[in-house]
């Protein structure tokens, strides 16, 4: 019934599975991938032919974790899940990237990738193995797919590159770094690092490289036994081929001179005028079908310009950063908030700092975490001069933002030094090249406005690069029509130390070390220079925080402590909030953080907790209040929610008739701890202290004389007669 092949291997000391021929059999190719024991199912569809004018090539990635897989029901009210996490988003963009320059590039048939995650040991990142399993569904499934591409995960701990760490051995790692690429180069790179050399980068990009080499091999021997035949590829028709130079005669010379403007709304407008000029000389089926060839023709111009002279569309060459403008505090109500202008692209950047209560929550199938560190970008269409709809965050606003976060959060101080939750928001206000890169800057003079303490400023640079078989150019600072005719886009952050993030797609087949040493080494020199233009704006986090963010103070209680601190179903913490206006975060260590922005009332808030856990000490005065009176005494509540009892004789130094004709219920008094039962019962004596001025006053009653004892003959106590009973 089922044609199974598979083939395993060993790689980084577990072992590797592909399996074919069980699951998904209607797919045109589906492969089971097992890594130690987490499994993803992945699958790969092409339709049979393309949609009537398509003139791109319609790929959609979709990865999903099934909550299954870990041995977890949803959370929730539906139980199910629902949306893409930002994780199946990012993971998504990771498995997209390589392969998508790999089809060939007349294929137009709408193509589905999916990877389910099946199975989970929280030790190894389905993200590898879902990688692999797309690239080998690809692979097996006839469509004209160019590969096989594979990837790996390279950590470095104590000074050595490890390969596909687990999750325990991620916490020790300088370096969380994704390559994938084909057997000749490499194609992705995604990575978070702990301020690394651009040596080290290198070469644990080619440490990975080298890595998967095994796994290409192992892909290529399951094709071999289970691939379908490959799909004919039509040849271009003639008359495409006619369509081709006839758009080419009309349009080179004007599209040349367009090209020449370099402010970029000046540009587009001339080269939508020579756009409108081609269209007018064609048919409506040939102007159905004009784009594909403009945009080859804008491509070659490009290209060849920057090639032949060295020069770029907007007149620099091709190590220069456009010029750079930073201006911070331009928001008077926002805790730090940052304007950073590079050419034409522009980031609007503010932080606000919260409390634990604002931390977010993330349900994953490792479990659940809580992140005190957020960023968010958002590119509204207004940033490159369009008018569309405004919807939710997409793929690429998730990408950038979660690059961003990468590049700076290896630079945050721990939340023991800080104990502040940051969300920092990047409004991309303009954009021709690189938002993301300006979102770093940005964030990092945001946050030192608000005055958290990072390690060191972060900046961050785009790399382009323009290949042809008789040369290249590797381009800083890339501008948005660069990297849309461009063969990369090589995005590189970190301080004036090391790299804090490293991203790269490549869409031609691959990229050589050499040029990918070159493309380090030229981000190195722009990332000082932009970093030395921040540094003009605000060198150094400011020492104080804005007067409308919240001052957080910390203190410890015992863990036994808490529940006295919350109270019965929260009741005193409610009750300190209420009276103080304070927001309060009490962790199971009984480290306790008081946040308010009136100093006063986190003062107030700090010595109400004081009193709940402090325990009373004998011989110490107290400021009390009478809670109860009773016969034989009152009950004094003088130290958080502990009661004493003051006796009827500890009132007065002479004798009291009632208890009310010295205090009253609410009374405020002064007491002396003078004992401590076996049960904790305090006892206190207001007769010994000054009710004025609360100063202890000499106890003016003798101390008692203890009695002799009276002893008989034979030195024993002598014996009490017993008393009779009365009888009738």
Same mark, same amino acid.
């Given at each position: 019934?089922?044609?199974?092949?598979?083939?395993?291997?060993? $790689?980084?000391?577990?072992?590797?599975?592909?399996?074919?021929?069980?699951?998904?059999?209607?797919?045109?190719?589906?492969?089971?991938?097992?890594?130690?024991?987490?499994?993803?199912?992945?699958?790969?569809?092409?339709?049979?032919?393309?949609?009537?004018?398509?003139?791109?090539?319609?790929?959609?990635?979709?990865?999903?974790?099934?909550?299954?897989?870990?041995?977890?029901?949803?959370?929730?009210?539906?139980?199910?899940?629902?949306?893409?996490?930002?994780?199946?988003?990012?993971?998504?963009?990771?498995?997209?990237?390589?392969?998508?320059?790999?089809?060939? %590039?007349?294929?137009?048939?709408?193509?589905?990738?999916?990877?389910?995650?099946?199975?989970?040991?929280?030790?190894?990142?389905?993200?590898?193995?879902?990688?692999?399993?797309?690239?080998?569904?690809?692979?097996?499934?006839?469509?004209?797919?160019?590969?096989?591409?594979?990837?790996?995960?390279?950590?470095?701990?104590?000074?050595?590159?490890?390969?596909?760490?687990?999750?325990?051995?991620?916490?020790?790692?300088?370096?969380?770094?994704?390559?994938?690429?084909?057997?000749?180069?490499?194609?992705?790179?995604?990575?978070?690092?702990?301020?690394?050399?651009?040596?080290?980068?290198?070469?644990?990009?080619?440490?990975?490289?080298?890595?998967?080499?095994?796994?290409?091999?192992?892909?290529?021997?399951?094709?071999?036994?289970?691939?379908?035949?490959?799909?004919?590829?039509?040849? @271009?028709?003639?008359?495409?081929?006619?369509?081709?130079?006839?758009?080419?005669?009309?349009?080179?010379?004007?599209?040349?001179?367009?090209?020449?403007?370099?402010?970029?709304? @000046?540009?587009?407008?001339?080269?939508?005028?020579?756009?409108?000029?081609?269209?007018?000389?064609?048919?409506?089926?040939?102007?159905?079908?004009?784009?594909? %060839?403009?945009?080859?023709?804008?491509?070659?111009?490009?290209?060849?310009?920057?090639?032949?002279?060295?020069?770029?569309?907007?007149?620099?060459?091709?190590? @220069?950063?456009?010029?750079?403008?930073?201006?911070?505090?331009?928001?008077?109500?926002?805790?730090?908030?940052?304007?950073?202008?590079?050419?034409?692209?522009?980031?609007?950047?503010?932080?606000?700092?919260?409390?634990?209560?604002?931390?977010?929550?993330?349900?994953?199938?490792?479990?659940?975490?809580?992140?005190?560190?957020?960023?968010?970008?958002?590119?509204?269409?207004?940033?490159?001069?369009?008018?569309?709809?405004?919807?939710?965050?997409?793929?690429?606003?998730?990408?950038?933002?979660?690059?961003? $976060?990468?590049?700076?959060?290896?630079?945050?101080?721990?939340?023991?030094?800080?104990?502040?939750?940051?969300?920092?928001?990047?409004?991309?206000?303009?954009?021709?090249?690189?938002?993301?890169?300006?979102?770093?800057?940005?964030?990092?003079?945001?946050?030192?406005?608000?005055?958290?303490?990072?390690?060191?400023?972060?900046?961050?640079?785009?790399?382009?690069?323009?290949?042809?078989?008789?040369?290249?150019?590797?381009?800083?600072?890339?501008?948005?029509?660069?990297?849309?005719?461009?063969?990369?886009?090589?995005?590189?952050?970190?301080?004036?130390?090391?790299?804090?993030?490293?991203?790269?797609?490549?869409?031609?087949?691959?990229?050589?070390?050499?040029?990918?040493?070159?493309?380090?080494?030229?981000?190195?020199?722009?990332?000082?220079?932009?970093?030395?233009?921040?540094?003009?704006?605000?060198?150094?986090?400011?020492?104080?925080?804005?007067?409308?963010?919240?001052?957080?103070? @910390?203190?410890?209680?015992?863990?036994?402590?808490?529940?006295?601190?919350?109270?019965?179903?929260?009741?005193?913490?409610?009750?300190?909030?209420?009276?103080?206006?304070?927001?309060?975060?009490?962790?199971?260590?009984?480290?306790?953080?008081?946040?308010?922005?009136?100093?006063?009332?986190?003062?107030?808030?700090?010595? $109400?907790?004081?009193?709940?856990?402090?325990?009373?000490?004998?011989?110490?005065?107290?400021?009390?209040?009478?809670?109860?009176?009773?016969?034989?005494?009152?009950?004094?509540?003088?130290?958080?929610?502990?009661?004493?009892?003051?006796?009827?004789?500890?009132?007065?130094?002479?004798?009291?008739?009632?208890?009310?004709?010295?205090?009253?219920?609410?009374?405020?008094?002064?007491?002396?701890?003078?004992?401590?039962?076996?049960?904790?019962?305090?006892?206190?004596?207001?007769?010994?202290?000054?009710?004025?001025?609360?100063?202890?006053?000499?106890?003016?009653?003798?101390?008692?004389?203890?009695?002799?004892?009276?002893?008989?003959?034979?030195?024993?106590?002598?014996?009490?007669?017993?008393?009779?009973?009365?009888?009738?």
């Amino acid at each position: 019934m089922f044609d199974v092949v598979r083939k395993e291997i060993e $790689w980084g000391g577990r072992p590797l599975i592909f399996e074919t021929g069980r699951l998904a059999r209607q797919a045109d190719g589906a492969v089971v991938v097992t890594y130690g024991e987490t499994s993803a199912l992945c699958t790969a569809v092409g339709a049979k032919a393309p949609k009537p004018g398509m003139d791109f090539f319609p790929l959609t990635v979709n990865y999903q974790e099934k909550t299954f897989a870990a041995g977890k029901i949803p959370g929730g009210f539906f139980k199910r899940e629902g949306r893409p996490t930002e994780k199946e988003t990012l993971i998504s963009r990771l498995i997209d990237r390589p392969i998508r320059p790999l089809f060939h %590039p007349s294929y137009r048939c709408e193509t589905q990738v999916i990877s389910t995650v099946v199975s989970h040991d929280l030790e190894n990142d389905p993200d590898i193995v879902s990688l692999l399993g797309c690239s080998a569904a690809l692979t097996i499934s006839g469509l004209p797919f160019m590969g096989p591409v594979a990837g790996a995960r390279v950590g470095y701990i104590d000074k050595e590159f490890v390969l596909n760490p687990t999750a325990e051995e991620m916490l020790k790692s300088e370096l969380d770094l994704v390559v994938a690429g084909t057997r000749e180069g490499v194609l992705m790179v995604e990575s978070e690092a702990n301020e690394l050399s651009e040596e080290i980068m290198l070469e644990a990009v080619m440490f990975g490289h080298e890595s998967y080499q095994l796994v290409i091999d192992n892909i290529i021997d399951l094709a071999e036994q289970s691939a379908k035949e490959p799909r004919p590829l039509e040849n @271009t028709p003639q008359e495409v081929l006619d369509l081709n130079k006839k758009i080419k005669d009309l349009a080179e010379s004007e599209l040349r001179k367009a090209y020449k403007e370099t402010v970029k709304q @000046t540009r587009h407008e001339k080269i939508s005028v020579v756009k409108q000029e081609v269209a007018e000389q064609l048919s409506e089926e040939e102007q159905a079908v004009m784009d594909g %060839p403009i945009k080859d023709l804008e491509k070659d111009i490009v290209r060849r310009d920057i090639l032949d002279s060295g020069q770029r569309i907007d007149g620099r060459n091709t190590t @220069t950063v456009r010029p750079i403008d930073c201006l911070v505090s331009m928001l008077p109500r926002s805790h730090g908030s940052a304007v950073f202008t590079r050419g034409e692209t522009q980031a609007l950047v503010v932080t606000t700092l919260g409390t634990g209560q604002d931390e977010q929550i993330i349900d994953a199938l490792e479990g659940e975490y809580r992140e005190h560190f957020m960023l968010h970008y958002n590119f509204p269409p207004y940033s490159v001069g369009e008018a569309g709809r405004m919807f939710g965050p997409g793929r690429r606003e998730i990408g950038h933002g979660k690059l961003a $976060w990468r590049a700076i959060r290896p630079l945050l101080p721990s939340k023991e030094v800080f104990p502040y939750t940051i969300r920092v928001v990047s409004e991309i206000t303009e954009s021709n090249g690189s938002s993301s890169m300006a979102t770093v800057c940005g964030s990092s003079l945001s946050m030192m406005d608000a005055g958290v303490p990072l390690k060191a400023p972060v900046a961050g640079i785009a790399m382009g690069l323009i290949k042809e078989n008789d040369g290249y150019a590797v381009l800083s600072d890339i501008l948005g029509d660069e990297d849309h005719l461009g063969d990369m886009d090589f995005k590189v952050a970190g301080t004036e130390t090391g790299v804090t993030s490293l991203q790269m797609d490549i869409k031609i087949t691959s990229i050589t070390e050499e040029i990918m040493k070159i493309a380090l080494d030229q981000a190195r020199e722009g990332r000082l220079h932009i970093l030395g233009e921040m540094s003009k704006a605000l060198a150094e986090s400011r020492d104080n925080l804005s007067e409308h963010a919240p001052r957080i103070s @910390t203190m410890n209680v015992p863990p036994d402590k808490i529940r006295d601190v919350i109270g019965t179903g929260g009741k005193i913490i409610r009750e300190i909030c209420e009276e103080t206006g304070c927001k309060i975060d009490i962790d199971d260590e009984g480290l306790i953080k008081i946040a308010s922005s009136d100093g006063e009332a986190a003062e107030r808030a700090i010595e $109400w907790i004081k009193g709940i856990v402090a325990e009373p000490e004998v011989g110490v005065i107290y400021t009390g209040k009478v809670v109860k009176v009773m016969d034989f005494g009152a009950f004094v509540n003088f130290l958080g929610p502990r009661d004493g009892l003051v006796h009827i004789s500890e009132l007065l130094n002479e004798r009291v008739g009632q208890v009310t004709d010295v205090v009253n219920e609410g009374d405020e008094v002064k007491v002396k701890v003078i004992g401590l039962d076996d049960r904790g019962k305090v006892k206190l004596s207001m007769r010994v202290v000054d009710q004025e001025s609360g100063e202890e006053i000499d106890d003016p009653r003798p101390p008692r004389e203890p009695r002799a004892k009276e002893t008989d003959s034979d030195g024993r106590p002598p014996r009490r007669p017993r008393r009779r009973r009365a009888t009738d």
